[in-house]
């Protein structure tokens, strides 16, 4: 069988119908040059459905409201980016231990608990990397609770982030004496997972949420936030938005830290630069 002759190609309206309805619902900027990227991930989609075309798909969201609006979070699934790694962008992780952590234990006295945020969660290895780098420092510190917000907008990316459990390869970022202390080794067969010891499940609480949902459903101010490798998905005005709810949501001095490709200059003014893209609320 030629598996090329089942490949459907999305044509420049059904393309511009999906980039329009991804933007609206989730924010993200389809640019032209991902029509290719749409066409590939949607087409195990219609065969799924059984749709022998991106007409017949884009017409059925047209005109079945409630298949388009179960669908919405299956497209959402398949056309966002969930690049992750351990301790990715590692100057971030030593950030924390020599400036954060430290000012943290020094300036909340007696409250002691510590609240952060990770908002693009994807398949959990950067809240994990988080609740290392916390379970590390505050261990021998005593009273001291670590509250981890992990959220993203893709249900299967959370699922799996929820689990813990990541193959061999997916901790080669960590070091073995740190594998032992927080994951749980596995051997099943020819095959090795690590899953994350309850000590760091329980700091951590992942739920779905939409960057786009204003405001944010998060009732005690944060000390810090994580959103690396998100915004640069965003058009300008919707990156403002996000970033007035982030300051919204943060105590006074709070931390925002974003991706090494992304940047709030001439976004938003509310925050000060800290250099590698760690920013802090102005008072």
């Known amino acids: 069988m030629d598996f090329k002759s089942n490949l459907n190609t999305i044509g420049d309206p059904e393309f511009d119908?999906?980039?329009?309805?991804?933007?609206?619902?989730?924010?993200?900027?389809?640019?032209?040059?991902?029509?290719?990227?749409?066409?590939?991930?949607?087409?195990?989609?219609?065969?799924?459905?059984?749709?022998?075309?991106?007409?017949e798909y884009v017409g059925r969201l047209k005109k079945d409201s409630l298949f388009a609006k179960t669908e919405m979070q299956e497209l959402i699934n398949r056309l966002t980016t969930n690049k992750t790694d351990f301790f990715r962008e590692m100057h971030h992780f030593d950030f924390l231990k020599a400036n954060f952590f430290p000012e943290m234990e020094a300036s909340l006295g007696a409250q002691k608990v510590l609240r952060i945020w990770c908002s693009a969660s994807s398949t959990g290895e950067e809240p994990y990397s988080i609740a290392i780098s916390a379970y590390d420092y505050f261990a021998n510190k005593s009273g001291w609770t670590?509250?981890?917000?992990?959220?993203?907008?893709?249900?299967?990316?959370?699922?799996?982030?929820?689990?813990?459990?990541?193959?061999?390869?997916?901790?080669?970022?960590?070091?073995?004496?740190?594998?032992?202390?927080?994951?749980?080794?596995?051997?099943?067969?020819?095959?090795?997972?690590?899953?994350?010891k309850p000590h760091l499940k329980s700091m951590i609480e992942f739920k779905q949420l939409n960057l786009l949902q204003h405001p944010f459903p998060i009732r005690d101010k944060l000390d810090l936030i994580f959103c690396r490798n998100v915004v640069i998905y965003f058009d300008k005005p919707t990156q403002k938005a996000i970033f007035s709810q982030f300051e919204e949501v943060l105590k006074p001095f709070g931390y925002l830290i974003l991706g090494h490709s992304e940047t709030m200059f001439g976004i938003s003014d509310r925050f000060k630069f800290l250099g590698h893209t760690v920013y802090q609320k102005k008072s």
């Open 17 to 55: 119908f999906i980039k329009d309805l991804i933007y609206k619902q989730s924010g993200i900027v389809l640019a032209p040059h991902k029509k290719i990227m749409v066409q590939s991930r949607l087409n195990v989609r219609l065969r799924t459905l059984s749709l022998g075309s991106f007409e």
């Open 146 to 196: 670590i509250k981890i917000m992990a959220s993203d907008i893709d249900t299967q990316v959370l699922n799996t982030a929820k689990q813990g459990i990541y193959k061999a390869d997916r901790l080669e970022p960590v070091s073995d004496a740190l594998k032992s202390k927080h994951f749980n080794k596995v051997v099943t067969g020819d095959q090795t997972t690590y899953e994350a």
